[in-house]
């Protein structure tokens, strides 16, 4: 076919009138026109044949614009036959777009597939540059880490197969910064637990100090105060009666001893004070222990957990490649039954695993 010329001309003019009158008049232009397209065979394999298939169906539509056209100089020329060439044209119209899109569908076909496989390798890069790390623990985040470094990129991702390296060293980047910072921020929330809880054992500490060092200071006062009260009654009443006298110093020496006696009571308190203040302290860091410890536990228990469910997952994605590669062996395997090539075997069973063979799946 010549690429140069449209696939029809259009019917001479002294015809044209009896040709567009008559019922089906144009059939042998359009039979002309499907004869040499049906002689074009499609290849969308190139860039070269995807442009011919273009070409083709462009032809086709000037074809039906000329043909259209010298109906449209008849219909004006003759009113008195618009009916029957206005007939022709819409079914020479209605045939030749249908004949348009029957010559274009293959071109349609392949790029309806090249979006799907272009749009599948972008959604995992997308996955592979997903680094969100909101509300994870430095565990989790390492478990995502391992993932993703386990993540194995290969040939199957055709020319995105470079940008998915560089997604993959810079998301391995990103995350291995998060859970650095995770790390230090999980460290410092420990230290603070820690130094707070040494805080309110020092504090109970030195309020139990204060409160002993209060009682001491409030008995000796109130000794002193009686002493000085007694001694001054003693004085007094010295000069009316020896007796009295030294019943009062009697009286002073108990009360001294009585003084003494609370002093002690008061340094024992103090002491008791001190080593119940200490074994609080005690208590306290031993929780505050307890408490860390058991926060590593269940931290541990989750990264325990996530690593599992990624071992899980990757079983699966494991499990699904076998069936799949099982079940596209035995689909090469009856092709090559048919005296087909083991490579053209292969082809074939790909084309159909991604969709480009119309109306033929592979179930799986």
Request: aromatic content about 2%; overall charge negative; charged content about 40%.
């Amino acid at each position: 076919m010549s690429t140069k010329t449209e696939l029809a001309a259009v019917p001479p003019k002294e015809t044209a009138l009896a040709v567009f009158s008559a019922e089906k008049g144009l059939e042998p232009w359009l039979q002309k026109i499907r004869d040499e397209v049906r002689a074009f065979v499609p290849d969308t394999s190139t860039a070269k044949g995807r442009a011919a298939i273009a070409s083709i169906a462009h032809k086709v539509a000037k074809s039906r614009t000329a043909l259209d056209d010298a109906g449209k100089k008849l219909v004006a020329e003759l009113k008195e036959v618009p009916k029957l060439i206005d007939a022709e044209r819409k079914r020479m119209r209605e045939s030749l777009e249908a004949l348009q899109e029957e010559v274009r569908r293959p071109l349609n076909e392949w790029q309806a597939a090249e979006d799907a496989r272009v749009a599948q390798h972008q959604a995992v890069i997308k996955h592979i540059e997903n680094t969100d790390t909101g509300g994870m623990s430095a565990a989790l985040i390492g478990a995502k880490i391992q993932d993703l470094d386990s993540c194995e990129i290969n040939q199957e991702l055709e020319e995105f197969e470079a940008d998915a390296h560089r997604a993959k060293a810079a998301s391995l980047i990103i995350l291995r910064q998060a859970m650095q910072d995770q790390e230090k921020l999980e460290a410092e929330q420990a230290e603070l637990i820690k130094l707070r809880a040494e805080k309110e054992a020092q504090d109970q500490k030195d309020r139990e100090t204060r409160i002993a060092q209060e009682a001491a200071d409030k008995a000796r006062i109130e000794a002193e105060q009686k002493a000085q009260r007694e001694r001054d009654a003693e004085a007094k009443r010295a000069a009316d009666e020896k007796v009295a006298a030294e019943k009062r110093e009697n009286d002073l020496r108990l009360a001294a001893a009585e003084s003494e006696r609370k002093a002690e009571q008061a340094r024992r308190e103090k002491i008791e004070s001190d080593q119940r203040a200490e074994r609080e302290r005690k208590e306290a860091a031993e929780r505050q222990e307890k408490a860390v410890e058991e926060a590593r536990i269940a931290e541990q228990k989750r990264a325990d957990e996530a690593a599992a469910e990624i071992v899980r997952q990757q079983d699966a994605r494991a499990a699904d490649t076998a069936h799949k590669s099982k079940v596209m062996g035995a689909a090469k395997a009856a092709i090559m039954s048919m005296n087909v090539t083991e490579e053209l075997a292969k082809a074939l069973v790909m084309k159909i695993y991604r969709g480009e063979v119309p109306n033929i799946t592979i179930n799986f």
